[in-house]
């Protein structure tokens, strides 16, 4: 009865031992959606898309009415010698004199050359021109958490390369140790394959640091603690890629955001140029207010005198002359457009080199892989064979240990090249738009 107790408090335990990993596992499509929830560079862009809204209103685009009230006092004391021309003289000292006005002054302008509109189109577009920096910089770190992603799956993958070397170095140390007792090797060989054996533990500590920096930095890609622990999935599935190079450069002119950006910046430009065109035209204000005026004097021709009423009517402003400053504005306008169409060209270029790139590396790996996996079938025969001669007698432990670093680096060479077929792949659909 204890037994049975003992062998079903054991398969509980592997079971919560395996929930608890199954929990632990971090998936690319997981990493993905936590990057853009938590991503610093995305929460600061998404910030800016609410202070452009913000800034997107009808009274900061001048569409609006302005009221202001003003009051004000003032006191004073003077000394006050007058003469009059009919001989009369007024001698006054210390006399006080008290003012006070207040109003209400309301300005709405009627026309000013549809500066106005075009501000509130320009601001619309300045919103959406933010919503587009939001989406690249989306984007980026999209094509970031893929990157580090892959990078860990790759490490996580020769860690265990490296974990197996350990294990057939452990089996060799023992068999040699077994024959140095018996008599039939020198303690070189002994020696030798411990001296191996800690190689390959060595390998193996360097390559768990290299993992535990690659899971700092994906960490820190989806904006969360730097020490948060979890293992990456060992299947990934990547997006769909185009198989020609035409196909994926079509689809970056249509689907690139850093063309919809630029045109953006680009309608922006045009929308500021009209504004500066409306400043030559006059600006016609409606104003209207209410004023109320009390002085009250101890010398002087009024003691007392009190106004108050409204007042409506219009304004006119008509720029003739600024120093040519606008005609400088315009110039310098029209500048920045042809800066901007350069840039498009540019950004085309970088595309179009980007893709070539990637693309060439894409089918140059496909063809290192078929490679590395003959590598690696060669390499496992000749390590086997290597295995029954050793206990033959046929060979030396040190034509082992040849086959064996033979087997683990061409089973190294073929994850690198799955890697960067990987990679290659991520950045053809991150330069077509498509990531």
């Not at 302008?109 to 189109?121: E, V």
């Not at 600024?322 to 901007?340: A, E, K, M, S």
Request: with cysteine; glycine share 4%; proline share 1%.
């Amino acid at each position: 009865m204890r037994f049975r107790y003992c062998v079903l408090y054991v398969i509980a335990l592997a079971c919560l031992q395996g929930q608890a990993r199954a929990q632990n596992t971090l998936t690319l499509q997981e990493a993905l959606q936590i990057a853009s929830q938590n991503n610093i560079q995305i929460r600061l862009a998404q910030n800016s898309i609410s202070l452009a809204q913000s800034n997107n209103t009808r009274g900061n685009a001048g569409q609006l009415p302005t009221v202001n009230m003003t009051a004000g006092q003032d006191n004073s004391i003077n000394n006050v010698r007058q003469q009059f021309l009919s001989g009369a003289t007024n001698d006054r000292t210390g006399a006080r004199n008290s003012t006070m006005q207040a109003g209400v002054e309301a300005a709405w302008t009627l026309w000013d050359g549809k500066r106005m509109f075009i501000a509130r189109n320009r601001l619309q577009e300045t919103v959406r021109n933010q919503q587009l920096l939001t989406e690249m910089q989306k984007q980026q770190t999209t094509y970031q958490v893929y990157r580090a992603y892959l990078l860990l799956v790759q490490q996580k993958q020769l860690y265990k390369l490296y974990e197996q070397a350990v294990e057939l170095s452990s089996k060799r140390l023992k068999v040699a140790q077994d024959k140095w007792e018996a008599g039939k090797v020198a303690k070189t060989e002994v020696l030798r394959a411990q001296v191996d054996l800690n190689a390959d533990k060595s390998q193996v500590l360097r390559q768990k640091t290299a993992i535990q920096e690659g899971k700092i930095a994906l960490n820190l890609l989806l904006g969360r603690q730097a020490e948060t622990d979890f293992e990456p999935s060992e299947t990934v599935a990547l997006p769909p890629t185009a198989l020609t190079l035409a196909s994926l450069q079509q689809e970056a002119e249509s689907k690139n955001i850093a063309f919809q950006q630029l045109q953006a910046v680009q309608t922006i430009n045009e929308l500021q140029r009209k504004e500066l065109e409306g400043e030559k035209q006059p600006q016609i204000d409606l104003r209207a207010g209410y004023n109320y005026n009390r002085q009250q004097s101890q010398a002087g021709f009024l003691l007392r005198s009190q106004s108050y009423g409204g007042h409506i009517g219009f304004s006119l402003l008509y720029p003739l002359f600024n120093g040519y400053d606008l005609r400088r504005r315009i110039q310098n306008n029209r500048i920045t457009n042809d800066g901007l169409k350069i840039e498009r060209e540019q950004i085309s270029q970088n595309i179009n080199q980007n893709l070539a790139r990637a693309y060439t590396r894409y089918q140059n790996n496909q063809e290192l892989l078929a490679l590395e996996d003959e590598n690696v079938k060669v390499a496992e025969q000749n390590f086997a064979l290597a295995q029954d001669q050793i206990l033959l007698g046929l060979t030396t432990s040190l034509e082992l240990r040849t086959a064996q670093q033979n087997l683990t680096q061409a089973l190294t060479r073929r994850t690198t090249a799955q890697y960067e077929i990987w990679l290659t792949e991520v950045d053809l659909l991150f330069w077509a738009g498509k990531l």
